[in-house]
């Protein structure tokens, strides 16, 4: 990395650390149950057509008619009352365009409607002046794309108004043959070559607006020895660290107080947009700060739509929208950018929620008519925290074991003990280490050590770098199923149906097996003995992650920790229902990625009598190595009320995946329960036992 990028690097992760603090894992399941409980929307349906070019004769054939029924219903002008108003300006749009049918055709279009972000019959950036013929809120009211395209067209000779709006005039230029607008003379737009990729940010359980992932956009021109583009597997060369990005996202004032940044996200009182700025910062974030994995999904786009989106990009940087942290966030947005070069329908999903994983999941799916996928390659991009653990494990065992010591100690003179290329190796590791802790916490300690490092580095020869040291792939969370979910139990004891907003099973293909999340399910079942629906459970928030206590690398988190709350049936009080909030801490243990144990001690606070219990909880995950599409999980859970006796409950799961979007599983559920005999005098105790055998199906949408 070249020492000017260095530079600007640290001093915007030392910047971020002095200006941004994380939420707290109180004030995230606020924000999270603020932002569930609004989550009704109105969902409404787009229309878009997959046409990426006009022929203007089918376009006089097929619309004329529509096109007249509109002129006269909706008061639209005739070609000759535009024209005699466009010579005042020296402009003759009939020219142009050979008929008022043309133009109406061109207005309907889906692709100049998605220029116009006009959407559900309205149009949608908020900012002034990003468009001509309502500039203002209160002549939006009345906004119509035909008008729009006429004051588009009216400008063409003006070239404050060509630069600033070059994907207008690109795909005007390329819809009408005698339009003839040179960007060229534009000296602030874009290179219209560069590739364009959209990337899938990891969740963040930290941080409740992190929870489901995030969406970024990069454009990049590296081109390799034979002409084509090229990227490095698992690395950001210094290039790549310096192509633009674009982030949506809230404009927050600092300081923002946490309860008004939930308020004013859930309602939409923040207004957002596109920023631009080198990857190398968002990589800072995302990558170095938070230690999120990130894929690169790189889009293949013929040379128009390429260009068309990359000055798109330009003219949404000037775009200011309302934003809605459940619906119109980062992935909406960003899935909108693909429908403007594509008939892929990325923000019509018929639910009141929009996590960005809906994006990836129509990216992975989607082909056009004639088979071609809208994905050139992916490239897996592991955090520091990923690439630092994955390189340790790989090193010798006295090798590590001197790393480790330096670590905890502090002191370089354990490092004597290894030969010249041994201190190289690892010296180059706690340089990298040593940056990844500057990352978490900038300080002057710190940075003495780095240096510290440094000088004894330059001082030996160069031998075997960490760059040596392979990366293990990783699958990208898009290859799981989708996120919302419906699933139905038919058990010896009654029958459940049950609907779920989003959820990370980590028994699932492709998931994390050491993270579990879940929000708003509500699940009814059939009681076979009562012959009647009834509620059966609300989970309204349900997190966990798994640290592994046997991670090699010192210094590592190592405590395990979990989140309810919702309502649910009472263990103790039969036909009885409790609202509840649950919080566990624990340790955990990995074999790689296909094998988890884990224990948790846990405390709930509910609305029945003693308001508390106490639980001890003990798990086992196990998945397939060879074929992920299998899984199994085991737990126990004995659970303490006063004046109650122990209640234990041990589940087995099996996990068959039939396809990406449904599995089948076969639980068997066990509780039993010591109660005191109140009709004996010794108060003997008599055993409660209760066991049942369930198949279930879970679809995910």
Not at 1 to 6: A, K
Not at 488 to 506: N, Y
């Amino acid at each position: 990395m070249p020492d000017v990028l260095l530079m600007k690097y640290m001093r915007f992760i030392s910047a971020k650390r002095l200006n941004k603090k994380h939420t707290s894992i109180l004030s995230g399941v606020l924000f999270s149950s603020l932002c569930l409980l609004t989550a009704t929307q109105k969902i409404y349906a787009i229309q878009t057509s997959s046409d990426v070019s006009i022929n203007q004769a089918t376009i006089h054939k097929t619309t004329i008619n529509q096109a007249s029924t509109k002129q006269a219903t909706n008061g639209h002008n005739t070609l000759h009352d535009i024209n005699h108003r466009a010579s005042q300006q020296q402009i003759d749009i009939s020219a142009i365009v050979d008929s008022d049918a043309t133009l109406q055709a061109l207005a309907n279009h889906h692709q100049w409607q998605h220029l116009l972000f006009y959407k559900n019959n309205k149009p949608e950036v908020i900012s002034a002046d990003f468009y001509l013929s309502a500039p203002t809120a209160q002549s939006r009211q009345n906004f119509s794309p035909y008008q729009e395209l006429i004051a588009t067209l009216k400008n063409s000779n003006n070239p404050e108004v060509v630069c600033r709006f070059p994907a207008r005039y690109f795909w005007l230029n390329h819809q009408l043959p005698k339009l003839s607008v040179d960007l060229k003379a534009c000296p602030q737009l874009p290179e219209t070559s560069e590739k364009i990729s959209l990337i899938l940010v990891s969740s963040y359980l930290k941080n409740p607006a992190s929870t489901f992932g995030h969406v970024l956009i990069k454009t990049h021109d590296f081109i390799d020895e034979s002409g084509s583009f090229a990227i490095p597997e698992h690395q950001l060369s210094s290039e790549d660290l310096l192509n633009n990005s674009y982030n949506f996202g809230a404009r927050i004032p600092e300081n923002e107080n946490g309860v008004m940044y939930a308020i004013k996200g859930l309602f939409g009182w923040y207004d957002a947009g596109f920023s631009e700025s080198e990857f190398f910062k968002q990589d800072a974030v995302y990558s170095k700060t938070e230690q999120r994995d990130m894929w690169e999904y790189v889009l293949n786009l013929d040379e128009f739509n390429t260009q068309l989106l990359n000055y798109h990009l330009y003219e949404a940087k000037s775009a200011r929208f309302d934003y809605y942290f459940i619906k119109q966030n980062c992935g909406y947005r960003s899935g909108e950018l693909l429908e403007l070069v594509s008939d892929i329908k990325t923000t019509q999903r018929t639910s009141p929620w929009y996590a960005p994983d809906f994006v990836f999941d129509q990216l992975v799916e989607y082909s056009d008519d004639k088979g071609k996928p809208l994905i050139e390659s992916v490239r897996y991009l592991p955090s520091e925290q990923t690439q630092l653990r994955q390189q340790f494990v790989q090193l010798e065992k006295p090798l590590q074991t001197v790393i480790n010591d330096f670590i905890r100690q502090e002191d370089i003179s354990v490092l004597e003990t290894l030969s010249p290329d041994k201190q190289a190796l690892a010296l180059e590791f706690l340089i990298s280490h040593r940056n990844y802790k500057l990352s978490q916490d900038d300080t002057e300690h710190d940075h003495a050590i780095k240096k510290q490092l440094l000088s004894k580095r330059f001082m030996l020869p160069a031998g075997k770098t960490l760059a040596d040291l392979p990366l293990q792939n990783k699958p990208s969370p898009a290859l799981s199923n989708k996120t919302s979910q419906a699933h139905v139990s038919l058990s010896t004891k009654d029958s459940q149906f049950g609907v779920a907003l989003f959820v990370k099973d980590p028994l699932n293909t492709y998931t994390d097996i050491d993270k579990r999340f879940k929000a708003v399910q509500l699940s009814v079942r059939y009681d076979y003995d009562k012959s009647k629906p009834e509620f059966d459970e609300f989970v309204f928030l349900d997190m966990q992650q798994i640290e592994n206590m046997a991670q090699p690398l010192a210094g590592e988190p190592r405590m395990s920790w979990q989140l309810q709350t919702g309502v649910k049936p009472d263990l103790f009080e039969q036909d009885k229902h409790i609202a509840y909030a649950q919080a566990g801490v624990g340790m955990g243990a990995k074999s790689g990625e296909h094998l988890l144990g884990y224990g948790m001690v846990n405390a709930s606070v509910h609305d029945q009598d003693s308001h508390l219990d106490a639980s001890l909880e003990l798990g086992l995950r196990i998945k397939n190595p060879k074929q992920q599409q299998q899984s199994a999980q085991l737990s126990y859970i004995a659970t303490k009320r006063a004046s109650h006796e122990v209640v234990q409950q041990a589940q087995l799961t099996l996990r068959q995946q039939i396809n990406k979007n449904n599995d089948i599983r076969l639980v068997a559920d066990y509780i039993h329960q010591e109660q005191p005999d109140n009709s004996q005098k010794n108060h003997n105790q008599k055993n409660n036992n209760d066991s049942s055998l369930s198949v279930v199906w879970h679809h995910y949408w």
